[in-house]
Structure formats: C-alpha cells, structure tokens
T-cell receptor, first 110, second 115 residues
C-alpha cells in the first residue's frame, strides 16, 4: 500500500521562526491530510487538501500540494512552543483507507 | 461532548493473557477505527467499521478481533497477547464515509505492554 513519507524526520527551530515539513507519496491521490500529535496524545486533524487545490491556509498553517511531484508541504509560520509535536501526513490507499507516514518531530526552542 | 473515549489508559499483560480495549464516541459518527502506533512509526490500521454491524480488516489485523457493539462503541480484543503487540492503541471515528475524505477524531490512546 502506498504511504506518505515525511521529511525531515526531526526538526528543531527557534520560537518565532517558520517550520517547513514535507511529505512525498507514491501514487495518484484525490486528497492529502495533515495531522498533529502532541506527546502522549491522540492525533488531531489539521487540514485536508484536495488534488485540485494547490494551496490551502488555516491560521498559521499553509499547506501546498504538487501532484506532478507527488509531494506536499506544511508550513507553520511564527512558531510557538505549543507547536512542539509530531506531524503526520495521511494519504488514501487503493482501498480508500488512509495510510499515515512516520511523521516529523518538531521541537520549538525557547 | 467527550468525543472519543478509550479505556483503559494503561495495561500490562503477560504473554497469553486476553483483554478487550474499549472505545466509545458520542458524536453520532458512523465509522470507527482501531490503530496501533509503535515507537517512531506512524499509525497502522488494525480494523475498521464503516457502519454499525460491519467490520473489516486493516493493514495489521492478525492477533486481534473487533466488535461494533452499537453505533457508539467499537471494541478491540486480544485473545492471546504476545510481546509483539506491545504498542499504543488509538481508536478514531469519522462522521460519514471512510477516513480518506473525512476528518478523523482520535481518542487519547491505550498504552499496552505485554511481558
């Protein structure tokens, strides 16, 4: 089954800086989702972007999708300590269930 | 609304013991899911239920059984626990269709250790 792969695996930045993480996938999709997981908690849905969309915003989040390169990026602007978490992309498989990547661990330094 | 709740939060089992993980949602969602998450890994789907009365296998169903007791509740059973089943288990639900187009709401997880 196909799977999104996030890059980098881990990222540390100073508070206030922007954080960018990427997701690559293998086969054509009709949408892609991003989720956040705080330590020891369940996942929280952040945003869904459809294949006919190139960019989508939600507060300080900006997601792009490039279907020709089979990749997506998640940008968090003006990072805060509360943004420290793992971020996962999720893509549909051929049976229309979703497959999660291994995640990017983001650490915001004070 | 409590959202998605899971019990227990923590559990330690010996190899060969059985147990049932409970999950309930109060959002009137149709679909429910069980995942496991191993260290440094994403979530892997164990079983799902697209609607009350139906269940289907996910990516890693071996060693598990599920029951969709009613629309609210979806339980996961380990009949004979093995150390390889040491993991964090998450239950999730979606309002309508499968999770590829719908927002999943996750429970807080059950941390299971099998000795």
């Amino acid at each position: 089954s196909q799977q999104g792969e996030e890059d980098p695996q881990a990222l540390s930045i100073q508070e206030g800086e922007n954080a960018t993480m990427n997701c690559s996938y293998k086969t054509s999709i009709n949408n892609l989702q991003w989720y956040r997981q705080n330590s020891g908690r369940g996942l929280v849905h952040l945003i869904l972007i459809r294949s006919n969309e190139r960019e989508k915003h939600s507060g300080r989040l900006r997601v792009t999708l490039d279907t020709s390169k089979k990749s997506s990026s998640l940008l968090i602007t003006a990072s805060r300590a509360a943004d420290t978490a793992s971020y996962f992309c999720a893509t549909p498989d051929r049976d229309d269930k979703i497959i999660f990547g291994k995640g990017t661990r983001l650490h915001i330094l004070p | 609304n409590a959202g998605v709740t899971q019990t227990p939060k923590f559990q330690v089992l010996k190899t060969g013991q059985s147990m049932t993980l409970q999950c309930a949602q109060d959002m009137n969602h149709n679909s429910m899911y069980w995942y496991r998450q191993d260290p440094g890994m994403g979530l892997r789907l164990i079983y799902y239920s697209a609607s009350e009365g139906t269940t289907d296998k996910g990516e890693v169903p071996n060693g598990y059984n599920v029951s969709r007791l009613n629309k609210r509740e979806f339980s996961l059973r380990l009949e004979s626990a093995a150390p390889s089943q040491t993991s964090v288990y998450f239950c999730a639900s979606t309002r309508g269709g499968l999770a590829n187009t719908d927002t999943q709401y996750f429970g807080p997880g059950t941390r299971l250790t099998v000795l």
